[in-house]
């Protein structure tokens, strides 16, 4: 009987005592891998984890702390305000606290209020308006009997007392910090501040955590009001953060639990170590059985380690890399779960086939295989390559397998999915491409025809339209277009104005600055006034008409063009697709249209110069001034003008230097070569000169000049622009106008009458020193002034009068009294003209006479005639 005579088999001694010795083997090292290595593998993993963890945590509770304090030391600054107006003023004025709670409101974010409650009822908030609803309030008397027993707390401590979380009168999460007041030992009333929680959470970056973490807060109580509930049963990382009173309680987990954070590295692990106690059962069996018939020992060996098996095939499912292990011929021996996933094959179907033919689907191996080098290296070799089969790029690494001796006899072959690492590094290659293709013509059609392809290389494009922006018309006008394919004339669209604010797909944009996706296209464009639907073959149709092969664009990307932050126009990108962009094709057309401004900008300045450069060479050579063109120190090219000026022929002045015509020295006594390449250098260096110079003409005649030297680079070679500006004649005028101007200054210092020059607005520019020495000030002190600062009240309508006729153009005399600075008035005559600059009055000239002698002598001839008068009528006469 067969069963009979397999029972036999396995009771037999050889067999029993190989399967005994496993057994025990594998009962021993199982316990012991267990608690000596496993566990404390998996206990340091999670350590560091969560140490990594724990460093994250006290950052976030460090700043939550130093929010907190700040905020909280707010209240001790109120309370020392109100303690302070107390004492000295026996209450606190509403305009003090407004002036000092303003003060606290700005020194940091997140204050709700600012309140005052004298015998516990508040009578003052700041701000008002906003919290005018908690006037009248009294907490000791709230519904809320945790809200009772801190006001409680408050008064019978004098501490700070911070609430819990909880909702506010005026509405949102807040907490409040209150303080009672005590004069002397008599009970005042309450200070308290109000802070919104969400702002302390955000400046303590609790709002914006990694994606991988999950935060939650608790407070004094051990309420969670900040976060989700389930982190308290994940095992947390904690930390409090410390109140006057209490504390919170900042906990954190890793979204995904603790062991998967490690569960890549520790399935690693496990699997070798499988394999060891494997490998180690497995000695302990052949060392046992080494007797036995080879047959036998194969068939007690398989049934050893079949657990095992079964364990290590798990764990090697487990992993997220395709990994797959191969003898020396190339011949898949083993493959996990996501190797099979991504491949679509059974292991059963491809055992024993080479790699090549599975993965790659080919009769032999890639090219620079790295199977292969790691067998003849034995060394772990590397490669990364895109797998057509699976339409994904991937990082292979080869670790060979050795025996004792040190040959190899296998491989494990471990492949990384890296497409999307791929595809932002070939996201960053299309930016170079796009800088070094497009910073290499100098056409805008080409400019427009690389954007074009770089586009289209990267994301669905039907059609792209390219549009100019005029700020000063407010019109935007279209510059290139494609539509499938097929180039359209920018002409056949009409400039479109901008539109009204919150309409118009390309005119937020513009006027935003910010870029839009749309994959609802078609619904945006109700909201626009101009819209034209364009044909393949560049027909427009109306709003409401759509083409016969009812293709109309339902996606859609629009991004500003910019230059030196303005916004000159706009890219849009069209696909006939739903939802054909995401966010990253958004943000890749941003970064292509930078280096596409750029680029055309430089385009249609280089058309410009094209179309200039007979202009600027009409004005080179028609110039009043001489224009020289310099390389270094030496002319190598001018104009007409030049050789006019120093009468010479063109052959006679290039290829000479500026010092050549000059005299040897310049009026300050410098050598005229010395300073001459000392400008040049420094024109050289980037820096406009602009100076007078000494030049000399071909036959030695010197004439004065103005020199301007500018840099501009020619081929790639710095030169030197020269302009030389004849000022002899101006110099001779200058110099007579400073002669004229010292001899009538010398007569307006001189003379014994005052004279004054003021603006239209009656302000004195100009006074000479007979009039600062007729009314007792310096010069200093009357310019500036206004008249009717020297002008009697009473006199000021005469002057008043006087400036009326001024305006007229009127030139007359009057008298008037003026005041003296120690406030005598004195009497004056004022010959007055008015001051005109092209028919526009800017003022008044007056010369003003001292009349005190005049009227004195008048006094004393008036006297004396009394006095004769007198004498004459004693004698009868």
């Known amino acids: 009987m067969p069963e009979f005579s397999r029972l036999r088999s396995i009771l037999s001694t050889p067999r029993r005592i190989s399967l005994l010795s496993a057994l025990f083997a594998f009962l021993l090292l199982t316990p012991l891998l267990w608690f000596l290595v496993d566990r404390p593998a998996a206990d340091r993993l999670e350590a560091a984890i969560r140490a990594d963890v724990e460093k994250q945590l006290k950052a976030y509770s460090h700043n939550l702390g130093i929010s907190l304090g700040q905020r909280l030391n707010l209240v001790h600054g109120l309370g020392a305000f109100v303690k302070g107006e107390l004492d000295n003023q026996g209450d606190v004025p509403v305009s003090e606290f407004e002036i000092f709670a303003q003060a606290l409101n700005d020194v940091s974010g997140g204050i709700r209020n600012i309140a005052l409650a004298p015998g516990g009822v508040i009578v003052n908030v700041y701000p008002y308006e906003e919290n005018k609803t908690v006037l009248g309030y009294e907490p000791a008397t709230d519904e809320r009997a945790f809200v009772r027993a801190e006001v409680l707390r408050a008064v019978e401590t004098g ?175 083993r493959a996990n779960k996501s190797a099979a996933e991504a491949f679509d094959f059974r292991l059963e179907e491809i055992a024993g086939q080479p790699c090549y033919s599975v993965f790659h689907h080919q009769d032999y191996p890639i090219e620079d295989c790295p199977l292969r080098r790691s067998q003849r290296s034995g060394k772990v070799e590397e490669i990364e390559i895109w797998e057509p089969v699976i339409g994904k790029w991937l990082h292979v690494l080869c670790n060979p397998i050795k025996d004792k001796g040190g040959q190899v006899i296998g491989v494990v072959h471990v492949m990384r999915d890296i497409t999307e690492r791929k595809r932002q590094n070939e996201t960053l290659d299309l930016l170079y491409q796009a800088g070094q293709a497009l910073s290499q013509t100098l056409d805008p059609s080409a400019v427009f025809t690389v954007l074009t392809g770089l586009v289209k290389r990267s994301m669905p494009c039907e059609g792209i339209i390219i549009s100019s922006y005029d700020p000063g018309e407010q019109l935007i006008r279209c510059e290139y277009a494609v539509v499938e394919g097929n180039p359209l004339a920018p002409e056949k669209f009409p400039a479109i104005p901008l539109e009204p604010e919150g309409t118009g797909i390309q005119s937020e944009v513009i006027r935003t600055g910010k870029s839009q996706l749309f994959n609802d296209y078609q619904a945006r464009l109700q909201e626009t006034t101009t819209v034209y639907n364009v044909e393949a073959d560049g027909k427009l149709h109306p709003r409401d008409a759509v083409p016969d092969d009812g293709q109309v664009t339902r996606s859609g990307i629009v ?12 890219i849009q990108v069209l696909s006939y697709q739903e939802a054909a962009y995401r966010e990253e094709h958004l943000r890749l057309l941003e970064s292509l249209a930078i280096p ?89 260096a980037g820096e406009p000169q602009s100076f007078e110079w000494t030049h000399s003409r071909l036959d030695g005649t010197p004439f004065d000049a103005h020199v301007y030297l500018n840099r501009f680079t020619l081929k790639g070679e710095d030169h030197i622009l020269a302009s030389v500006h004849d000022v002899s004649e101006s110099k001779r005028i200058e110099k007579e106008i400073t002669r004229l101007k010292d001899f009538n200054e010398s007569i307006v210092q001189g003379i014994a009458e005052g004279i004054v020059v003021q603006d239209e607005g009656g302000v004195m520019t100009f006074v000479n020193p007979a009039l600062v020495q007729m009314l007792g000030y310096t010069v200093e002190e009357m310019t500036g002034m206004h008249w009717t600062e020297i002008i009697p009240p009473d006199q000021q309508e005469i002057i008043k009068s006087a400036d009326d006729r001024r305006v007229q153009g009127e030139t007359d005399r009057y008298q008037v009294e003026i005041l003296h600075k120690d406030g005598e008035r004195i009497p004056v005559q004022v010959s007055g003209q008015p001051r005109f600059d092209h028919d526009h009055f800017i003022g008044t000239m007056a010369v003003i006479i001292d009349l005190r002698e005049r009227v004195q002598a008048e006094a004393e001839r008036a006297k004396m005639i009394r006095m004769l008068e007198r004498r004459l009528n004693e004698l009868g006469i």
């Not at 991004?559 to 706009?570: C, N, Q, S």
Request: glycine share 6%; with cysteine; aromatic share 10%.
């Open 159 to 333: 501490e700070i007392i911070v609430s819990r979380p909880y909702e506010l009168i005026q509405g949102g999460l807040g907490i409040v910090a209150r303080q009672a007041i005590f004069v002397g030992d008599e009970y005042w009333g309450l200070v308290s501040i109000v802070l919104d929680v969400p702002p302390i959470l955000e400046e303590a970056g609790l709002l914006s955590p990694p994606d991988d973490l999950r935060l939650a807060l608790s407070d004094q109580a051990g309420n969670i009001f900040f976060g989700e509930a389930a982190v308290w049963e994940a095992d947390p990382v904690k930390l409090t953060i410390p109140l006057p009173e209490g504390e919170w309680t900042l906990a954190v987990a890793p979204r995904e639990g603790w062991a998967n954070r490690f569960a890549s590295q520790l399935a690693i692990f496990r699997l070798l170590e499988i394999t060891g106690m494997a490998f180690a059962t497995l000695i302990a069996y052949l060392i046992a059985n080494r007797r036995a018939r080879l047959e036998s020992l194969v068939e007690k060996r398989s049934g050893q380690l079949l657990y095992a098996a079964e364990e290590w095939r798990a764990t090697f499912d487990a992993m997220s890399d395709m990994v797959t292990i191969h003898d020396e011929g190339f011949q898949i021996l």
């Open 559 to 570: 991004v500003p063009i910019k230059l030196a932050g303005e916004v000159t126009g706009a």
């Open 596 to 684: 596409a401004a750029a680029a055309w900008n430089n385009a249609r300045l280089y058309q410009r110069t094209l179309d200039d450069e007979v202009r600027y060479r009409t004005l080179f050579e028609s110039a009043a001034d001489a224009i020289f063109i310099m390389q270094g120190e030496t002319f190598i090219d001018c104009n007409p003008a030049t050789l006019a000026l120093f009468a010479c022929s063109r052959e006679e002045i290039i290829g000479q230097t500026p010092y050549h015509f000059s005299p040897p020295q310049q009026p300050d006594g410098r050598d005229s070569m010395e300073k001459a390449l000392e400008q040049i250098s420094a024109a050289l």
